[in-house]
């Protein structure tokens, strides 16, 4: 062998070597193995020969197996690559590696192992799967990743080092961020908490500019609450994405938005309430009288628009507020509650307010002056349309504006009856030789008593009655339970919704304080009571009272101009039976005692209903009254006596028998549909009248004694419009203490 061809991986030898003989590789490298391996692996053949001095005959055709060497064993033979970006080189980095000069070899090799390598020809072995060389062995797992970490520390220190740089900087950031949610939740959450707090109390500010002012800063705080809370609501409460407790803070920001811009409003409205008001000269011991001055219908035709905006954002609130699933705090959620029922209830009225509008001005007289003529009635002793007009208020209106408030007697107008006589209507005689206006309420439809009323209203000297409405003393006793009771001068005791029924019907029937007429005291009372009802304030609630009551069915309410009359029937709350198709009934009570006996007395009424032929429906009805007055009743009573300083034992006797120990006596109509016809009377004496247009009634006197309990019972055919058997019992204004049940 020559000495330029005596090149391995392009190293000369040192010196000429002798040609003495060949070395068979099976004896060699089992021999000198490791001693050539601890020379210098970077130049291993070089190393072998220094150690041996002997040649190498590589001609024998043998293969060389290197195993467990890294890539650095030869690195003098690889082809050095461009630095690149360490996660790049990783990715990229070909496994192909390129030998320079490999060794002449005349014969190839004759049998091939994969991923082996021929030394003499340092030829690769392509194969399908990888591409084989020198270094790659089949190597466990925990050997492929320690070579490919070896193979690659330099990338990959250079990689972990950035990447634990960016882990640190997104660590500190994500830190930051969430720190910042909660400072960022926690400011939220306390000034939604404490600015809902003050809108809660907005109810309690009783004058217009310090509301106004409130509400403005209310607005502001909750304009930029939800500006803040902005972002939040973008990512947290989408079309894809919603978060419920994102979503309930963004509608209780918007609620409190919009519930505010809607006191500012009202603040306004207010405002020009006050200015009118600051026009009249306020009188102290008759308020009412001193509304005289004010024109309410020009302020409601002015302020319409305003009422417009609140009814809108009414509607807005309401929806958000139906959004709000739960605050997770029953005492909130409570409060949640009622007050949405309560802005339920405020956006029904002011709507109506708004889409009647044309209407209320007809009927508070903004064209020409109309005259109310206002029943107050006692339950105590009912009639067909509630109960014995204790007293009466004539009501002047024009634009809204007071022009008359009298306040008399019932009395007193049947005394400038006389000397007109007219007989009254069917059992009325027993009580009384004469109609009077005092009993005109005695028609189930309430127009028709209205009419009667306005007859005896002009007989006694007065102009006409365009509307009559019936109030109730329910409506003294809701006040008086809700506020306070009244203290009057001359009276040891205070009047309350408890007693209330029980002091005024003594003190009438005792004629206290009797100056013109019985109900001087009643009067005085009155008086004290509207007072304090001025010092309360609270108009809303005054005015929800009166119109669930209403609503309810329990203030009737009939006027004599067809226009109004009309508009009161397309309502739809009073006397629904004239219309009803079905199989209805309607029980009217008019008491002919002569006493306060119908507040103990207690009412059943059973109805049980069946098919006999089409459009035939076969009703047994019975009727049980129970007179509960006993001896725990009657030292209560005299217990009132007492307090009022009634001593006289022949008056304690009198008004012990008047007011509520003698029997209960009623004539009682059935009500029922057109052409309804009587079948069977079992033991009672029963009798049909199809006298009204209308209706059809069967009539009966009912007697319950003292403790004792009666029963009325009768069989009836009728034929609902219908033809079903769909059954409705009607109450009537007044009646209590009653149940019903229909099979």
């Not at 590789?25 to 150690?51: G, H, M």
């Not at 970006?85 to 004759?110: G, H, V």
């Not at 972002?231 to 918007?254: C, D, M, R, T, V």
């Not at 003190?507 to 009643?522: A, Q, T, W």
Request: hydrophobic content about 40%; aromatic content about 16%.
């Amino acid at each position: 062998m020559e000495l330029e061809k005596d090149k391995i991986n392009d190293i000369s030898w040192p010196k000429l070597w002798e040609k003495a003989h060949p070395i068979d590789l099976l004896v060699f490298f089992p021999r000198f193995k490791l001693k050539a391996l601890r020379l210098n692996q970077t130049k291993l053949f070089s190393d072998i020969y220094l150690e041996l001095k002997t040649s190498i005959d590589l001609r024998i055709k043998k293969i060389l197996k290197v195993s467990k060497l890294s890539n650095e064993n030869f690195s003098d033979i690889i082809k050095k690559k461009h630095n690149k970006i360490p996660l790049l080189a990783i990715i990229n980095r070909k496994r192909q590696r390129i030998l320079f000069d490999p060794l002449s070899i005349i014969e190839p090799l004759w049998y091939v192992i994969r991923n082996m390598v021929d030394i003499r020809l340092l030829e690769i072995i392509p194969t399908k799967t990888t591409y084989p060389d020198i270094y790659r062995l089949p190597l466990q797992r925990k050997q492929r990743i320690r070579k490919f970490y070896n193979s690659n520390k330099v990338i990959i220190k250079k990689w972990l080092s950035r990447w634990a740089i960016w882990t640190i900087i997104a660590s500190i950031i994500i830190t930051s961020l969430w720190l910042l949610w909660i400072g960022y939740k926690n400011y939220i959450q306390s000034e939604v908490t404490k600015w809902y707090q003050d809108i809660y109390w907005l109810k309690t500010i009783r004058d217009s500019q310090a509301l106004k002012q409130k509400a403005l800063e209310i607005k502001w705080k909750f304009t930029k609450l939800d500006l803040l809370f902005m972002p939040a609501n973008i990512i947290g409460n989408n079309f894809l994405y919603s978060n419920n407790s994102i979503k309930i803070a963004n509608n209780i920001i918007k609620w409190g938005k919009k519930i505010s811009e809607t006191a500012v409003i009202w603040a306004l409205i207010w405002e020009d309430f006050s200015f009118e008001k600051s026009k009249v000269i306020w009188d102290k011991n008759s308020p009412l009288s001193s509304l005289s001055w004010i024109k309410f219908s020009e302020l409601f035709k002015k302020e319409t628009n305003n009422l417009i905006k609140i009814d809108e954002n009414l509607k807005k609130v309401i929806y958000y507020y139906s959004q709000v699933d739960s605050l997770w705090n029953p005492s909130l959620d409570n409060k949640f509650q009622s007050s949405l029922d309560l802005l339920i209830k405020y956006e029904k009225y002011i709507s109506f307010a708004i889409n009647n509008k044309e209407m209320l001005l007809t009927m508070v007289w903004d064209t020409k002056p109309m005259r109310y003529f206002i029943l107050n009635q006692n339950k105590d002793e009912i009639r067909a349309n509630w109960g014995f007009p204790w007293s009466v208020i004539t009501l002047e209106l024009y634009k809204w504006n007071i022009l008359t408030y009298d306040k008399k007697d019932i009395y007193y107008y049947d005394w400038h009856l006389t000397p007109y006589k007219e007989v009254p209507p069917e059992w009325l005689n027993i009580i009384s030789p004469n109609h009077w206006l005092r009993d005109a309420n005695y028609s189930p439809i309430f127009l028709d008593s209205v009419n009667k009323i306005n007859f005896f209203y002009e007989k006694a000297g007065w102009w006409t009655i365009d509307t009559v409405i019936a109030i109730n003393q329910w409506i003294i006793e809701e006040l008086l339970a809700k506020y306070w009771p009244i203290s009057m001068n001359g009276i040891w005791t205070d009047i309350s919704d408890k007693n209330f029924s029980l002091i005024m019907s003594t003190l009438v029937e005792n004629k206290f304080e009797k100056v013109i007429s019985p109900k001087d005291i009643l009067f005085k009372f009155s008086a004290n009571f509207e007072k304090k009802l001025f010092e309360k304030k609270d108009f809303t609630w005054y005015l929800e009272i009166f119109l669930s009551n209403l609503i309810a069915g329990e203030i009737p309410i009939a006027s004599r101009d067809d226009k109004i009359q009309k508009y009161i029937d397309s309502l739809g709350i009073i006397e629904n039976w004239k219309t009803d198709k079905w199989n209805w009934i309607y029980p009217v009570f008019t008491s002919i005692s002569w006493n306060k006996s119908d507040r103990y007395v207690y009412r059943d009424f059973n109805v049980n209903s069946v098919i006999t032929t089409w459009c035939q429906v076969s009703n047994d009805f019975s009727l049980i009254s129970r007179h509960s007055f006993n001896e725990t009743t009657r030292d209560s009573i005299k217990q009132v006596f007492n307090e009022l300083k009634i001593t006289d034992e022949a008056e304690r006797q009198r008004l012990m028998g008047i007011q509520w120990a003698w029997e209960n006596r009623q004539f009682v109509r059935i009500l029922t549909p057109k052409w309804s016809t009587l079948n069977k009377t079992y033991w009672n004496s029963i009798s049909v009248d199809d006298s009204n247009p209308n209706y059809t009634f069967f009539k009966f006197y009912l007697n319950t004694e003292v403790a004792q309990t009666n029963e009325i019972r009768f069989n009836y055919y009728t034929t609902p419009k219908n033809c079903q058997t769909k059954s409705i019992f009607y109450k009537q204004p007044g009646l209590n203490n009653y149940t019903f049940s229909w099979n």
